[in-house]
């Protein structure tokens, strides 16, 4: 049974820093690509980062240099470190796992809300 279990988010205002942690379980984590997904209310689900088995990593265009995907293969776990928040940055974060050979992800968190007060 695939679980990945997100947790760190809050409140935190403009400005401020989370980090976000997903502890993963019932995967090969380490040759999965991992990452992270947000929802702001009305707007569609949109990728924010990820990080391929072999560390390289890709951000959308609205947090490079804010956040950081990092992973750790010895504890399962993948993080999202987010400094320099904006109230838009305000959304629920899902974290997510996927095969190399798949187009999206195979597995999803329940996600974990950040909500950034201006």
């Known amino acids: 049974q695939v679980q990945l279990v997100e947790s760190g988010g809050g409140l935190v205002q403009a400005g401020g820093s989370l980090r976000l942690t997903c502890a993963a379980s019932g995967i090969i984590f380490s040759v999965m690509f991992m990452g992270w997904y947000r929802q702001a209310p009305g707007k569609q689900r949109e990728l924010v980062a990820v990080?391929?088995?072999?560390?390289?990593?890709n951000y959308a265009d609205s947090v490079k240099g804010r956040f950081t995907i990092s992973r750790d293969n010895a504890k399962n776990t993948v993080y999202l470190q987010m400094n320099s928040l904006k109230a838009e940055d305000t959304a629920v974060y899902y974290c997510?796992?996927?095969?190399?050979?798949?187009?999206?992800?195979?597995?999803w968190g329940q996600g974990t809300q950040v909500t950034v007060s201006s």
């Open positions: 997510t796992a996927r095969v190399v050979s798949m187009p999206s992800p195979n597995y």
């Open positions: 990080i391929a088995s072999d560390g390289t990593t």
